[in-house]
């Protein structure tokens, strides 16, 4: 597993995508809006068009799997996965026991 770092603060990120918002209209696209935003503060505009779309999938604007049910469903994902894994250890283990007890002489 991967885990991959951010180098951008949460309050960061949400004052660019604001920024957005508040000036898209000072623009003829929004794409427009997020070059020149994003040339301002030294960020990849692709970056902070990605943040713009996630942002509105979080408010309900666009459709899309908002960001918390996203990592609930990681969440869940990886319970589930050490769950199946903890299950064959016991299954291996209950059949390596069943097989010592029959290899054990029988007692009257």
Not at 37 to 48: D, M, R, S
Not at 66 to 73: F, H, I, N, Q, S
């Amino acid at each position: 597993m991967t885990k991959t770092t951010n180098k951008f603060a949460p309050e960061v990120r949400e004052r660019a995508v604001r920024m957005v918002f508040d000036h898209e209209q000072d623009h003829p696209s929004r794409w427009a809006a997020v070059v020149s935003i994003a040339e301002k503060i030294g960020y990849v505009p692709q970056t902070l068009h990605e943040w713009v779309k996630k942002a509105e999938v979080n408010s309900g604007k666009r459709a899309g799997v908002p960001t918390e049910v996203a990592d609930k469903v990681k969440a869940l994902e990886r319970e589930v996965r050490e769950l199946g894994q903890a299950n064959e250890i016991l299954r291996n283990a209950s059949a390596y026991f069943a097989q010592a007890e029959l290899d054990r002489p029988f007692r009257r």
